[in-house]
Antibody, heavy 116, light 105 residues
Framework: EVQLVESGGVVVQPGGSLRLSCAASGFTFDDYAMHWVRQAPGKGLEWISFISWDGGSTYYADSVTGRFTISRDNSKNSLFLQMTSLKPEDTALYYC?????????WGKGTTVTVSS | EIVMTQSPDTLSVSPGGSATLSCRASQSVSTNLAWYQQKPGQAPRLLIYGASTRATGIPARFRGGASGTEFTLTISSLQSEDFAVYYCLQYHNWWTFGQGTKVEI
């Protein structure tokens, strides 16, 4: 069974940093690109980042460019999102998702709250 | 940036009835359009990709259509488990979601 499990979400102060992780199983991780998508409380879905299968290509939404960094460790079937200079508007449920050009499999998400 | 606009924001439907959800792209996305279902407290679930191809395990009562930059998701014979929020996603140029349509009783 394809499974994605996110972790690392906590309450952090504005201006702080955080690293999210996503553990993948049930598929050949290094065959697939991956995404991070977030959902603010009571709001819709927002794509925020993409990484190619080998990590050689990365893309970001304007809202997080320069503050967030996506990476992966194919030897550990893991995806990461390094988040810096966090703002209250970054408060959201963060999902990792497997790429098939669109997102075809999603994790359950991890919650990040940016608040003083 | 391609903007995806869904309508209506909320759709009230009776069980057993049908629902037609719309999604309009601000420019051509070809058929690079997917639909997702999200229930409260759950992750989104892929329903349709390529504008009209059902994902694995999705019942035939879910049907996707396309005409130019207008896309539709039609749900027929609505069942209780179909009441949820539905999102469209364009993956033609980067990735952009619509704002969602809530299907309620």
């Amino acid at each position: 069974e394809v499974q994605l499990v996110e972790s690392g979400g906590v309450v952090v102060q504005p201006g702080g940093s955080l690293r999210l992780s996503c553990a993948a199983s049930g598929f050949t991780f290094d065959d697939y690109a991956m995404h991070w998508v977030r959902q603010a409380p009571g709001k819709g879905l927002e794509w925020i980042s993409f990484i190619s299968w080998d990590g050689g290509s990365t893309y970001y939404a304007d809202s997080v460019t320069g503050r967030f960094t996506i990476s992966r460790d194919n030897s550990k079937n893991s995806l990461f999102l390094q988040m810096t200079s966090l703002k209250p508007e970054d408060t959201a449920l963060y999902y990792c998702a497997k790429d098939s050009v669109y997102m075809d499999v999603w994790g359950k998400g991890t919650t990040v709250t940016v608040s003083s | 940036e391609i903007v995806m606009t869904q309508s209506p924001d909320t759709l009230s439907v009776s069980p057993g009835g049908s629902a037609t959800l719309s999604c309009r792209a601000s420019q051509s996305v070809s058929t690079n359009l997917a639909w997702y279902q999200q229930k409260p407290g759950q992750a989104p679930r892929l329903l349709i990709y390529g504008a009209s191809t059902r994902a694995t395990g999705i019942p035939a009562r879910f049907r996707g259509g396309a005409s130019g930059t207008e896309f539709t998701l039609t749900i027929s014979s609505l069942q209780s488990e179909d009441f949820a929020v539905y999102y469209c996603l364009q993956y033609h140029n980067w990735w952009t979601f619509g704002q969602g349509t809530k299907v309620e009783i």
